[in-house]
């Protein structure tokens, strides 16, 4: 029943999209009203066809529905609830319907904030944009990607997922919050593909979708940072990122949308880098789909081997679509998109955001370098080779510590030009701030010129950003935080935390490895671990040994290794003593051999990893504060003249 009742939900999902897709065509087309408002209907069928499949998916993971391919490869009897429930976009086809599913919220939110303005042609190449997206996920759900395939025959249990999929709650937050990131963008690509086809290609679009290019942004930074969270937790291995190709596909995308808020703030005031902003959007929302192609594919080698399928040719195709189809508008378009005016001095705010760009591009391109050329190495000769982090540390981190500079300097130079007094001294207290930020670290140990050089350039923005809210709150009150300004120096202080716990967590880490008994003790970085006892039980069908530790002054903590029976290889799950100072994160090497009492434990002192979720929450809080102005009624009218103010 529930196979029947998704598979009718996708089909019906895909008749809506076309029929929303056709009505937009036809009334492009014939310049009647009555057309346009017909995409409404459509696209609520649309919308409740997608909804029931989902719904038909849960219920089948629920309630152990084994004679669904979908439910026997990805979950069990014993999987709890909550695992489940993120089954749904635990592989490939559930993923996919995710996908979907959050393309249908953007949809019908886009649909009811511009639905007094569909006529307007702007408004209808974009959504007629976003449903021929549409259309190619569900055409995917539809066939090679049907998540409802059954089993002639179903098994009395299932295999589950992987077991790194199913033992953090984290399952269920950071795919969701990078498919909102992820497919967000297709509000800002949508609209600058019909900016592109309508031929108004002034700041009006850019204004319209301003808002929702923040949103995106926002929950891809919150996903790509649980992501960091949940590699922390789960994997073992003392880190959080590893330049591993699946991280770095959702990443790619991050450095290129980061770019694109700063630098349309240029062509907003005066009018510049048209055809930069277009193609860092572009690129940005075409880096979505490459990073889907990269995670799903299985061409690349990466730890999060979670699923690879068939589909990579249709993903890669897509993607070349869309990168035709936006170089080609942007070539057609290459004479009206001349910018009226010029940078007058470097010295100068949009001086400042043009660096920003150039650094942010730089980032990515070495990012995505590293991560495909492994891929042109083997289809070149056919060798396998890995790039691994020290390609990323070594080339990557001058243009960190230049963008830090940027960074603070960024908001105490005026537009246009700035004179060199008037830097200096606005940049007396933000240097001083940086001062003293670096040498407390120098004082508490920290040494190495890379380290130290951004440490104190992270205190530098701390001061800027600072300084720049005190000015606006003192004009403004508290509204002085608000506003694209206001969260932005909110979200640059989070910026330096997290660049704070980077550094330090990087470069002062140490670590050790102890075979102990019972009551034994060994020393890290002046930490003292007391190895306490071995268990080993069963939960459920799973084996788990854990080893109890006392950490001195922080209590006792229990990393464990976990045996699956479905499973090859046995989980390890490390145990965190965490503090704002640094944490102590222990993890159990192996399991012991048959009748010995001892294990072997590492240990990993990390330095202020803690600050860098507290960055993320504070860069969280910036985007939210960067949004406020543009959600009350005075923002909503603005956001509506945009759309037309060209019209005209």
């Known amino acids: 029943m529930t196979a029947l009742l998704g598979t009718l939900g996708v089909g019906i999902a895909l008749v809506g999209a076309i029929g929303a897709l056709a009505s937009l065509i036809l009334a492009l087309g014939s310049g009647r009203n009555e057309r346009h408002s017909r995409a409404f209907f459509w696209i609520a069928i649309m919308v409740s066809g997608c909804v029931v499949a989902v719904v038909a998916m849960e219920v089948a993971l629920l309630t152990d529905d084994f004679s669904l391919d979908y439910v026997t490869s990805n979950s069990t009897k014993s999987t709890p609830i909550l695992y489940k429930f993120a089954t749904l976009w635990g592989a490939l086809e559930g993923s996919l319907l995710l996908w979907a599913l959050v393309l249908c919220v953007y949809v019908s939110a886009v649909s009811l904030s511009f639905r007094d303005q569909i006529s307007d042609r702007l408004v209808a190449w974009a959504l007629l944009t976003m449903l021929a997206i549409c259309v190619f996920f569900f055409g995917l759900l539809a066939g090679p990607a049907d998540p409802f395939g059954t089993l002639s025959t179903p098994p009395v249990d299932g295999d589950g997922l992987n077991p790194l999929l199913r033992n953090h709650p984290l399952m269920a937050i950071h795919p969701v919050m990078l498919y909102f990131g992820y497919v967000g963008f297709t509000v800002p690509f949508s609209f600058a593909i019909a900016a592109l086809v309508t031929g108004r290609l002034g700041e009006g679009w850019l204004m319209s979708t301003r808002v929702w290019t923040l949103i995106a942004w926002g929950s891809l930074s919150l996903g790509v940072l649980l992501g960091a969270w949940w590699s922390y937790e789960v994997l073992g291995w003392g880190g959080y990122w590893a330049w591993d190709p699946v991280e770095n596909a959702s990443f790619l995308p991050w450095l290129t949308g980061t770019a694109f808020i700063h630098s349309v703030i240029v062509q907003e005031r005066r009018g510049m880098l048209r055809v930069w902003n277009l193609s860092l959007l572009l690129a940005t929302f075409a880096l979505t789909i490459f990073g889907t192609f990269l995670t799903r594919s299985g061409v690349i080698e990466s730890v999060h081997e979670f699923s690879a399928s068939s589909l990579g040719p249709l993903l890669l195709g897509f993607f070349a679509v869309i990168l035709v189809v936006s170089v080609a508008l942007v070539g057609w378009r290459g004479d009206q998109l001349r910018s009226p005016g010029s940078i007058d001095s470097p010295l100068s705010r949009e001086g400042s955001f043009l660096a920003n760009n150039l650094l942010f591009a730089l980032f990515a391109f070495i990012v995505l370098l590293g991560t495909v050329f492994p891929l042109i190495v083997e289809a070149i000769n056919g060798d396998q080779i890995a790039v691994g982090r020290p390609y990323f540390d070594r080339m990557l981190l001058p243009i960190g ?248």
């Not at 670290?441 to 920290?446: C, S």
């Not at 606006?472 to 989070?494: D, E, I, K």
């Not at 716990?501 to 890290?524: C, D, K, N």
């Not at 190895?531 to 006792?556: K, Q, S, W, Y």
């Open 401 to 648: 510590i230049t963008l830090l500079l940027v960074m603070g300097l960024a908001p105490l130079l005026t537009w246009r030009s700035t004179s060199r007094q008037v830097l200096a001294t606005r940049a007396l207290g933000p240097a001083a701030c940086g001062a003293v930020v670096m040498g407390a670290a120098v004082v508490m140990g920290a040494e190495g010129l890379g380290p130290v050089l951004g440490i104190g350039l992270g205190g530098f923005v701390i001061g800027a950003a600072l300084r720049h809210l005190m000015l606006a709150c003192r004009r403004n009150g508290w509204r002085g935080l608000t506003g694209r300004s206001g969260g932005g120096m909110v979200a640059h202080v989070g910026v330096s935390l997290l660049a704070f716990g980077f550094i330090a967590s990087t470069a002062f880490s140490e670590q050790g490895e102890f075979q102990l008994r019972p009551g034994e003790m060994a020393s890290v970085a002046g930490h003292q671990i007391t190895f306490v006892e071995l268990t080993d039980a069963m939960d459920g069908p799973n084996r788990v040994v854990r080893a109890v530790i006392d950490v001195e002054g922080r209590g006792r903590y229990s990393p464990a290794i976990t045996q699956y029976p479905t499973f090859g290889r046995p989980i390890s799950t490390p145990s965190v003593a965490t503090s704002f100072v640094d944490d102590v994160y222990l993890s159990l090497i192996a399991i012991p051999e048959k009748g010995s009492d001892s294990v072997v434990i590492r240990v990993l002192i990390e330095p202020l990893v803690a600050w860098i979720w507290v960055g993320g929450l504070v860069v969280g809080l910036g985007t939210l504060l960067a949004v406020v102005p543009f959600r009350g009624s005075r923002g909503r009218r603005r956001e509506e003249q945009a759309v037309t103010e060209q019209a005209s």
